[in-house]
């Protein structure tokens, strides 16, 4: 089933409509006084609580400007502070972020350089590869206080 088929075009929608008033007005003539009451309060209940209708309406747009887009013709200051503010907060707060992970970051390499020069082992024997094994192999305290231990045990 094709839905663009189904709809009705604004005309047909509106004789639709007019057909439709015309065969309640002609039912409600036959109803009793009371009914017809009860629905006139129940129709003005209705309409005393129903919503305001929200217009949109665009101001003409200049060369170089965009169009300006509000539910009424008297938009403010404080409608445009309503969007702009939050925006501004998530920059400040995108910046603040950004700018703290660069201070850890440097504190960080900061310690790691601290380390390397307060120790006994010069910084160029990091870079051997030889030392980095013998750091994972234990190091001369670790394995010669192993081997006192094991002949100690025997």
Do not use: C, H
Not at 51 to 68: T, Y
Not at 105 to 126: M, Q
């Amino acid at each position: 089933m094709n839905r663009a088929k189904d709809l009705l075009n604004p005309t047909q929608a509106d004789q639709f409509g007019q057909a439709s008033a015309a065969l309640l007005s002609e039912g409600s003539q036959a109803l009793p006084a009371s009914i017809k009451d009860r629905l006139y309060a129940a129709r003005m209940k209705a309409l005393s609580v129903r919503k305001p209708e929200k217009v949109w309406i665009q101001k003409p747009v200049l060369a170089g400007l965009s169009a300006n887009w509000s539910f009424s013709p008297r938009s403010s200051t404080w409608d445009t502070l309503g969007w702009v503010a939050p925006l501004v907060v998530l920059v400040f707060g995108l910046i603040g972020i950004a700018q703290w992970q660069a201070d850890s970051r440097i504190n960080d390499i900061a310690e790691v350089d601290a380390a390397l020069l307060s120790d006994d082992v010069p910084p160029d024997a990091y870079a051997d590869s030889g030392f980095m094994g013998f750091l994972k192999n234990g190091g001369i305290a670790d394995s010669s206080s192993d081997s006192a231990r094991s002949s100690q045990l025997q």
